[in-house]
T-cell receptor
Framework: QSVLTQPPSTSGTPGQRVTVSCSGS????????VNWYQQFPGMAPKVLIY???QRPSGVPDRFSGSKSGTSASLAISGLQSEDEADYYC???????????FGGGTKLTVL | EVQLVESGGGLVQPGGSLRLSCAAS????????MHWVRQVPGKGLVWVSR????????GYADAVKGRFTISRDNAKNTLYLQINSPRAEDTAVYYC?????????????RGQGTLVTVS
């Protein structure tokens, strides 16, 4: 069972907007930034959003992140077929003294 | 170009040992805290261990404490994870990642990790 809680799956049609939620606690998201990762089968995770809402260069502005209290969310607008992947949230946990991840959300583009 | 290449995985018997390596290039390993993260195939990401820049401080997830040892050789730009007394539940793909200040954990998205199978 993961420390951060994400929905196991979500779906959308091309062009649609989808969001992925991530719920934590005061020891992680409540006091530390959140990163979001995109992962394709057989590959390492790629940073999609860092420090709650910052996009690395090369990541389309269709991807956006936000954080409020002990929760965070990832929004993907203008959904494309190549967005079909697994998405993970992560944050440092001050109580566990380690990184904690969500269980991952599988995005299906219908 | 930043690159992290994991190696050393394979089949290991319960109670055996294995040493994983992570070769870094394109940046100075000595400037970064480094981490190991693992993933059971088809499951989520789980943080395993971390080490500070000069190797003087380490941290472990409770599930591996006392059995795994993280270390680094900055001169060789290489990170290690010594796995002792592995258990079936340690079977996973292991990734290394660097901690970028104010930006969190960064993996090499071209990396494939190294698979450890305990059986």
């Amino acid at each position: 069972q993961s420390v951060l809680t994400q929905p196991p799956s979500t779906s959308g049609t091309p062009g649609q907007r989808v969001t992925v939620s991530c719920s934590g606690s005061s020891s992680n998201i409540g006091r530390n930034p959140v990163n979001w990762y995109q992962q394709f089968p057989g590959m390492a995770p790629k940073v999609l959003i860092y420090t709650n809402n910052q996009r690395p260069s090369g990541v389309p502005d269709r991807f956006s992140g936000s954080k409020s209290g002990t929760s965070a969310s990832l929004a993907i607008s203008g959904l494309q077929s190549e967005d079909e992947a697994d998405y993970y949230c992560a944050s440092w946990d001050d109580s566990l003294n380690g990184w904690v991840f969500g269980g991952g959300t599988k995005l299906t583009v219908l | 170009e930043v690159q992290l290449v994991e190696s050393g995985g394979g089949l290991v018997q319960p109670g055996g040992s294995l040493r994983l390596s992570c070769a870094a290039s394109g940046f100075a390993l000595s400037s970064y805290w480094m981490h190991w993260v693992r993933q059971v195939p088809g499951k989520g990401l789980v943080w395993v261990s971390r080490i500070n820049s000069d190797g003087s401080s380490t941290g472990y997830a409770d599930a591996v404490k006392g059995r795994f040892t993280i270390s680094r050789d900055n001169a060789k730009n290489t990170l290690y994870l010594q796995i002792n007394s592995p258990r079936a539940e340690d079977t996973a793909v292991y990734y290394c990642a660097r901690h970028v200040t104010l930006a969190g954990l960064w993996f090499d998205p071209r990396g494939q990790g190294t698979l450890v199978t305990v059986s």
